[in-house]
């Protein structure tokens, strides 16, 4: 058990994570900063935090688990804020979609203390955020990515595997930048393919009466759309070189079916779906412990 929880950034993740940490029997007290003070407030309303912090320093001082549950791109100021009170008996893990950037600032910031830090993406999430739709269920059931670096302390990274098993996930360890090229094929291609496509249809004269005859599937495809802008801006932005490689693929490989569309290849284009078709019913969310 940790005796208390240094939570920075009290909204979805951060506040299902406490929640769920707090459920498990894990930890004795959570003690919470977010940038915004009414989002603390609230987050001690709900029971997610025992104790307001006035700053992300003070939210660290005496815990010996601590969570950055805030945007990448906040992560280098929030270590930077944080790093004179963490010791080497202190575990930090992010929740971030992008790993080397975070990996990066660690590096840079915490120096001889960046083995305290085991990177962490949970796949799991919402397309609404704030603490009002912590859950506490929020993590049982997904994946959560582990990315330590050669320097992380093996105590630590022990500490949060078990964890995150204790919350009912399957951990995975890959490095920083297997991860960052996975994600950005299976992640973050969608969503920016989602923001195109909503983007496309409703800059049209006649969008609004599209859209209004979109049926369920559509409704399914499109559904990442609706995830939070900022949050968004700063995955896409971090991970762009991997991202506009798989970008690349995908558009060679559009270009290709609109080739055999145009040229009225029926045969080809059945083809060409039925292999899609074939690899997405055959398609299960599993991993190995390790991916190097």
Same mark, same amino acid.
């Given at each position: 058990?940790?005796?208390?929880l240094g939570?920075?950034?009290?909204?979805?993740?951060?506040?299902s994570?406490a929640l769920?940490?707090?459920?498990a029997g894990?930890?004795k007290?959570?003690?919470?900063?977010?940038?915004s003070?009414?989002?603390?407030?609230?987050?001690?309303?709900m029971?997610?935090i025992d104790v307001?912090? +006035?700053?992300a320093l003070l939210?660290?001082s005496? %815990?010996?688990?601590? &969570?950055l549950?805030?945007?990448v791109? @906040?992560t280098?100021?929030?270590?930077k804020?944080i790093?004179?009170l963490?010791?080497?008996?202190?575990?930090i893990?992010?929740?971030g979609?992008?790993k080397r950037?975070?990996?990066d600032a660690a590096r840079?910031?915490?120096?001889?203390?960046?083995g305290?830090?085991v990177?962490a993406?949970?796949?799991?999430g919402?397309?609404?955020?704030g603490?009002?739709?912590a859950?506490?269920n929020?993590?049982v059931?997904?994946?959560?990515i582990?990315t330590?670096?050669?320097?992380?302390?093996?105590?630590q990274?022990?500490?949060a595997v078990d964890?995150?098993t204790?919350?009912?996930?399957?951990?995975?360890?890959m490095s +920083?930048?297997s991860?960052?090229a996975?994600?950005? %094929?299976?992640?973050? &291609?969608p969503h920016?393919?989602?923001f @195109?496509l909503?983007?496309?249809i409703s800059?049209q004269?006649?969008?609004?009466e599209?859209?209004?005859?979109?049926?369920?599937?559509?409704?399914?495809?499109?559904r990442?759309?609706?995830s939070?802008?900022k949050?968004?801006?700063?995955i896409?932005?971090a991970?762009k070189?991997?991202l506009?490689?798989?970008?690349k693929?995908?558009?060679?490989?559009?270009?290709?079916?609109e080739k055999l569309?145009?040229?009225?290849d029926?045969?080809a284009?059945?083809?060409?779906i039925?292999?899609?078709s074939s690899?997405r019913?055959?398609w299960r969310?599993s991993a190995?412990k390790?991916i190097k």
């Amino acid at each position: 058990m940790f005796e208390q929880l240094g939570l920075i950034g009290c909204g979805l993740m951060g506040g299902s994570f406490a929640l769920a940490l707090k459920r498990a029997g894990l930890v004795k007290r959570v003690v919470g900063y977010s940038k915004s003070p009414s989002t603390t407030e609230r987050a001690r309303q709900m029971g997610v935090i025992d104790v307001e912090a +006035p700053s992300a320093l003070l939210a660290v001082s005496g %815990a010996d688990i601590v &969570l950055l549950a805030v945007p990448v791109s @906040a992560t280098e100021a929030t270590f930077k804020g944080i790093r004179h009170l963490v010791n080497a008996n202190t575990l930090i893990m992010d929740v971030g979609s992008t790993k080397r950037d975070v990996v990066d600032a660690a590096r840079r910031i915490l120096r001889d203390h960046v083995g305290c830090f085991v990177p962490a993406h949970p796949i799991t999430g919402k397309e609404v955020s704030g603490v009002e739709n912590a859950d506490v269920n929020l993590y049982v059931g997904k994946q959560v990515i582990l990315t330590p670096i050669e320097r992380t302390f093996t105590v630590q990274l022990q500490k949060a595997v078990d964890v995150w098993t204790a919350l009912g996930c399957n951990v995975v360890k890959m490095s +920083p930048q297997s991860h960052d090229a996975a994600y950005a %094929a299976v992640s973050h &291609l969608p969503h920016l393919i989602a923001f @195109a496509l909503i983007s496309g249809i409703s800059g049209q004269a006649q969008g609004k009466e599209y859209l209004s005859l979109a049926g369920p599937g559509f409704r399914d495809f499109s559904r990442i759309a609706a995830s939070d802008p900022k949050m968004w801006r700063d995955i896409l932005i971090a991970n762009k070189e991997e991202l506009l490689e798989q970008s690349k693929i995908f558009q060679a490989t559009l270009l290709s079916l609109e080739k055999l569309i145009a040229s009225g290849d029926g045969d080809a284009l059945e083809a060409r779906i039925d292999q899609a078709s074939s690899t997405r019913a055959n398609w299960r969310i599993s991993a190995p412990k390790s991916i190097k």
